[in-house]
DNA sequence: CTGAAAGCGCTAACAG
DNA sequence: CTGTTAGCGCTTTCAG
């Protein structure tokens, strides 16, 4: 198949070994021996078999990369960050979508075990089940969940300060009676940004109405059709705060197809500032994360775990910043 | 670190390649004997390491796909079809982005390599340069380019199919002057494009008129500056084919800012039918492309090759379909 | 049906 | 500075 340092040694002249410490810049080997094995294997189109490295030196230079669902517009940017990095350090990455699947995210954490990774970088669905990782004994970094655990490192988002900024935002603009549509209640990251809106209201001593909050699905289409009806109510609200940016799409649509505008009659934020949100045409204000470098960073307290053999405790949280843009607009 | 099949092998009381045997169905051991390895491996955790495994079968079950940017709204889809059909099979793969760059793109191969992935499908972004996947001979699928050899398999797109399909659609439902608005001169699709967009105009006795052709650069900004300027010549188009969505996009924007109503006083349509393009507020008429799928069917073609051993020379041309959405409409 | 032994390509002691 | 040897975990002959 391909050259092997057998290969190489056979044809300078020495042990596959002085190959094998030339190649890898060990010390032991004259400068010109190790020149012209450099140059050698080069001319023979050597390309290291790093299954074979790995199977001896425990350690196979790639990780793991779980999320969701690559086509959701969320994780890309995720998943470039932690790429660059890892490429930048050698190391080649596995993809995996989990599909919000319980099932297949443990599926997916046995492969890439059997593939001998070195590190994992998760953005889990479920917090419950993943006590599995530990027992691995792997270097994992979650991404987008917080544990209480003081000896797990992850990457989370501030759900609570976002949905702060974001509700408060709204009240100080001078919107007055301010809305929720949601996703699903079993997410965690949605429920938080719930409680902070309604715990931001009451700071503001406004008035908490079940009738103007909603959960429903991280959908489009669904939360297009749960704020119609929510615009159909005796008292609807003049503004709404979405879980996510995928959700106050939905809301806009609604808001438009009633004949509202936006932001001079009704005003909408959302969350996470995904690429279709700054579109000319679209312009949502929301709460932005920085999502390439969460990647990048993840990848980092990865290294750290891998190279020091140790449980890196790291537990960052990122605050989502506040972007204006045509969706809300301080009213006279 | 882990457990193995040694390790199975002492707690049954039999060889290890007994358990080997066991564990990968071969046959050759008693079906009493079998089912007590499979279950003591199962509570012992056992998975297997697919490093060694690679390393004496010479298939590491693994694939590389390598596009130029996960980031870019055209590549997630694909990216997905591969993924599921891959696991689908038992692979696992190694996601590389190749940014654009040619010198990224032979390192990304390079890794793979090393890798030793049973197999690559890759977006290339030039074609010269490949000969060195042939000489690797590994089993390779293209997408999104074409090849005249033979011997080469690619999923390509019929982008003078598609391109005279969207031009026909504007002059048949009745917009006079139709522009084209570009990519890079550099990418072959673009130009075939463009190419296809002109023999259409002439085949319908249509003059082609180089003051409403431009080439720019495939990015939504760029377009929108460009159309900008387009539409302050002296007679200026009141159609446009986007070559792709990311720059109907910016024509959208151009157009709108400058009063123009769309579709009834200017048509526009794009090619690819990104997510983008099916939002409420956009509902942008495209070239719609079956991305999922052909991510799906490139993993295939690629299986095809890696069992078989052999190259196949299967040669897959996509015809894109129209889809008319709120950015064409028939005029009076 | 089962076991012993060789070897995949490489790294890491251990000798010289 | 260089070579010899063992062995990573597994599959695959070859014997029994």
Redesign the interface.
């Known amino acids: 198949?391909?050259v092997t340092i057998v290969d190489i040694a056979k044809v300078v002249g020495v042990s596959y070994t002085t190959v094998s410490r030339a190649l890898n810049n060990k010390k032991g080997v004259s400068s010109e021996m190790r020149d012209k094995i450099v140059k050698i294997s080069a001319e023979m189109?050597y390309?290291?078999?790093?299954?074979?490295r790995?199977?001896v030196s425990?350690s196979?230079k790639?990780i793991g990369l779980i999320i969701p669902?690559?086509?959701n517009?969320f994780f890309?940017?995720i998943?470039?960050g932690v790429?660059?990095a890892a490429?930048e350090k050698g190391y080649?990455?596995?993809?995996?979508?989990s599909n919000w699947d319980v099932e297949k995210e443990k599926?997916?954490i046995?492969?890439?075990?059997?593939?001998?990774v070195d590190g994992i970088i998760i953005n889990p669905n479920s917090t419950g089940d993943l006590v599995k990782l530990r027992?691995l004994k792997m270097p994992v970094v979650y991404v987008n969940t917080k544990f209480t655990e003081k000896d797990v490192c992850f990457i989370n988002i501030d759900n609570v300060s976002g949905a702060k900024v974001a509700t408060q935002h709204l009240i100080d603009i001078g919107y007055k009676r301010i809305g929720f549509v949601g996703g699903t209640v079993k997410s965690y990251s949605n429920n938080k940004r719930l409680e902070s809106y309604i715990d931001t209201l009451e700071n503001n001593n406004i008035k908490v109405d079940r009738d103007i909050i909603v959960n429903s699905k991280f959908d489009?289409e669904v939360a297009?059709l749960e704020t119609k009806k929510m615009l159909k109510i005796e008292n609807p609200p003049d503004a709404i705060f979405a879980a996510n940016d995928i959700i106050a799409?939905g809301v806009?649509?609604a808001v438009?197809?009633q004949g509202l505008k936006i932001p001079e009659e009704f005003g909408i934020i959302g969350f996470d500032d995904i690429?279709?949100a700054k579109?000319?045409?679209?312009q949502l204000t929301t709460m932005s994360l920085p999502k390439?470098l969460m990647g990048k960073k993840a990848f980092e307290l990865l290294l750290e775990q891998m190279e020091n053999d140790s449980i890196n405790t790291a537990q960052y949280t990122i605050k989502p910043k506040l972007i204006e843009r045509n969706t809300t607009k301080k009213r006279k």
């Open positions: 198949m391909g189109g390309q290291p078999n790093t299954l074979a790995g199977l425990n196979s790639t669902d690559i086509m517009p890309p940017k998943a470039r790429e660059d490429s080649t990455v596995f993809l995996s979508n599926e997916c046995n492969s890439l075990v059997s593939n001998r027992d489009t297009y799409l806009m649509h438009s197809e690429s279709e579109l000319p045409q679209i390439y």
